[in-house]
């Protein structure tokens, strides 16, 4: 078998020229109502899909903006339902909010098949196949359990979940294949544990050491209870600064690396120092700018994690050939970004 | 004049590099094992966008990648143009845009949310309304509130003293009022959204009189006259909503600071409608009217004395008569009547 050298993925976008699109699309969608933001989404995903090239060739994104609005349109309700509700009627409100969890994994299943259907490369549709008893299994089934176990099954859901996803998404005619164990899932999530109890550790003698030479003043019979608050606190916010950064990007290699179409394999190396310090700007630029910088800061973040995935291919991949279509609604799609529900796809 | 592009037939994920030209109202595409002759009218071209590849879809799933948007534009006359294409790509517009996007949220920010929390509060039934206030002594008597310790006549005669008030025309009955202890408030009275009137002990206890006492109520009625905390409760959820929504991905810890600090702004033109109507009210009671004036300034003097105890978390109490930085100029404004 010949070599084959690997494809980097490459983004074009750029910050001036998304701001132009991204201020136009916010200001007609005000001015529409909201309306047009179904329109405006459309463009957005263009942008990027389309500013996203792999062997010379660019994804494109194909969503009907009518379907998007439809689904726009019913996530909001429910959603001002549920908020509004829940001030007046706790009851009422929990009712809904019930409604709304046990609709998600078929909503999140819809969502996929919207996603994938509208995304294409070299005139090729993707597509996902999941079927609905398993998107309950994985999505609801697997994370109430891991509830129930304080957490201690959630990685294996997240490792359940990421397999749904892959193993049921094509490109063409051809399915993706998912090979991460349980295992690797545990790793990522035990390393942040155990960087949280350094910290906490670190934390906890330092206080300690000052308190005990009289650098800070603290009653002795009160340094105890003065250094665990100040580790817990420390420990708190350090985790929630770095966690989600570092978790992020490990879960992204680890799919990735662990990810087949056909024959050709894929590599992701994104650092987590480096996310960090591209999420932690992001939130402060765009803070400081009262939101102005929220295109530049997607531009920064989109850009780092598509430029450091690869293909890495075995054969040409010129031979894909088209799949069967399945019918797509965008009411999935819409609900579960207004709940905040995504998965690292 | 040709052009180079890259043509994708559908079926299969194999690049044709191709050349594109124009006869007449036909695109000629020409590669080396293919050749497409398509009426233009039957394709499908996008608008631009930004610096992306400019594309040609043809109804059978075929699709040519064109790099040279320039050359394009000249061969197509800029087919599938649009006005908005037009003003992404300019700063010009992008300014407007941006300059027009900032007024429009400030005059629905000041107008368009105030008109419509009105509207809706309005509309808002009452059993729902007392359902709301229970709801909030349900969650707050375990917590901030506890039983008051006025003695049962105290409570009577303030009780008889409000029914005795001639009211303005249009109101039927005075406030609901409930009585409870809060060393965390310290003394205060709230017109809750749902239009019950709760006043803690340490302000029936600090006035020097019932009347200063029932001054105080006639203001809290002013607010439940105009649904005042229904109405910022309705504005503070929809700029909560707003803000979660928008900053979203980065953290709604984030999205709840900006609505506490917006939130003032709608209280202190509540404040005075609030101080209009109780002025009305004594006035046709023959109550001076400084004696809301007069607890208003010992009101103004316990928080201060109290001022470092003085709770965070009771945002959801609408604290209406802590300190405001404009109280001095209401005694003022009162006194002056
Ligand atoms: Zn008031």
């Not at chain 1, 102005?292 to 075995?314: G, M, N, S, T």
């Not at chain 2, 027009?100 to 629905?108: D, G, M």
Request: glycine share 8%; hydrophobic share 45%.
């Amino acid at each position: 078998m010949t070599e084959y050298q690997s494809r980097q993925l490459q983004f074009s976008g750029s910050g001036g020229e998304y701001f132009r699109i991204w201020i136009v699309n916010v200001c007609l969608s005000i001015v529409t109502l909201g309306v047009y933001s179904a329109w405006a989404k459309v463009k957005r995903n263009q942008y990027f899909y389309r500013h996203t090239t792999l062997a010379g060739a660019s994804f494109d994104y194909h969503g009907d903006p009518k379907a998007i609005l439809k689904g726009r349109i019913v996530a909001f309700l429910l959603f001002a339902c549920y908020t509004l509700v829940g001030k007046f009627d706790q009851v009422a409100g929990s009712a809904i909010l019930l409604v709304i969890i046990v609709a998600m994994p078929w909503l999140l299943m819809r969502s996929l098949r919207f996603r994938l259907h509208n995304t294409s490369y070299r005139g090729l549709r993707f597509a996902f196949h999941g079927s609905t008893g398993a998107a309950y299994f994985n999505f609801l089934l697997l994370p109430v359990l891991s509830a129930l176990t304080l957490g201690l099954l959630w990685p294996l859901a997240q490792q359940r979940m990421a397999r749904y996803t892959r193993e049921n998404s094509t490109y063409g005619s051809e399915f993706f294949k998912f090979f991460a164990g349980s295992g690797a899932y545990y790793r990522i999530y035990f390393m942040t544990i155990f960087i949280g109890v350094l910290v906490f550790a670190g934390l906890m003698t330092s206080v300690m050491l000052l308190g005990s030479k009289e650098l800070i003043p603290v009653e002795a019979d009160q340094l105890v209870a003065m250094s665990v608050l100040v580790a817990s606190i420390g420990t708190y916010l350090a985790l929630f600064l770095l966690a989600y950064p570092y978790v992020a990007a490990r879960l992204q290699n680890l799919v990735w690396n662990n990810t087949q179409l056909g024959p050709h394999g894929f590599q992701a190396q994104l650092r987590a120092r480096e996310m960090l310090g591209i999420m932690f700007g992001n939130v402060l630029l765009t803070l400081l700018t009262l939101g102005l910088y929220k295109p530049f800061a997607d531009i920064r973040l989109a850009r780092y994690r598509i430029e450091h995935v690869a293909l890495l291919p075995q054969g040409s991949i010129d031979d894909f050939v088209a799949g069967l279509q399945t019918n797509s609604s965008a009411a999935g799609e819409e609900m579960a970004e207004m709940f905040d529900f995504d998965i690292a796809l | 004049m040709w052009l180079t592009a890259v043509y994708y037939d559908g079926r299969q994920a194999r690049p044709h590099p191709v050349t594109l030209c124009v006869e007449g109202d036909k695109l000629l595409l020409q590669g080396r094992d293919i050749v497409r002759r398509e009426e233009l009218n039957g394709l499908k071209i996008p608008p631009p966008l930004g610096s992306t590849p400019r594309l040609i879809l043809f109804a059978d799933g075929g699709r040519c990648e064109v790099a040279d948007r320039q050359g394009f534009a000249e061969m197509l006359q800029d087919a599938g143009n649009s006005a908005v294409a037009g003003m992404e790509n300019s700063w010009w517009y992008a300014l407007a845009a941006l300059l027009l996007t900032l007024s429009l949220l400030a005059v629905v920010y000041l107008f368009g949310l105030p008109y419509a929390a009105r509207v809706v509060a309005d509309r808002v039934p009452v059993y729902l309304l007392e359902r709301m206030d229970n709801q909030f002594f349900a969650s707050l008597d375990q917590t901030l509130l506890m039983p008051s310790k006025l003695a049962e006549e105290r409570r009577h005669t303030l009780q008889d003293g409000l029914r005795r008030l001639v009211l303005p025309p249009g109101e039927d009955r005075p406030a609901h009022i409930e009585f409870r202890g809060s060393p965390t408030l310290g003394a205060n009275a709230f017109a809750l959204p749902g239009g019950s009137v709760l006043v803690l002990d340490d302000l029936v206890n600090l006035a020097s009189n019932d009347q200063e006492i029932l001054a105080v109520l006639a203001h809290e009625m002013g607010h439940v006259h105009e649904k005042h905390a229904l109405r910022q409760m309705l504005q503070a959820s929809v700029v909560g909503l707003a803000m979660a929504w928008y900053i979203g991905d980065v953290s709604s810890l984030l999205a709840v600071a900006p609505t506490v600090l917006l939130q003032t702004r709608y209280s202190r033109d509540f404040e005075r409608r609030a101080d209009a109507f109780a002025a009305e009210l004594l006035r046709a009671n023959g109550i001076p009217v400084s004696r809301l004036a007069d607890i208003l300034e010992k009101l103004e003097a316990a928080h201060q004395t109290a001022a470092p105890k003085q709770p965070v978390e009771s945002v959801e109490a609408l604290d209406y008569l802590s300190s405001h930085p404009n109280t001095e100029e209401r005694i003022k404004r009162l006194r002056g009547q």
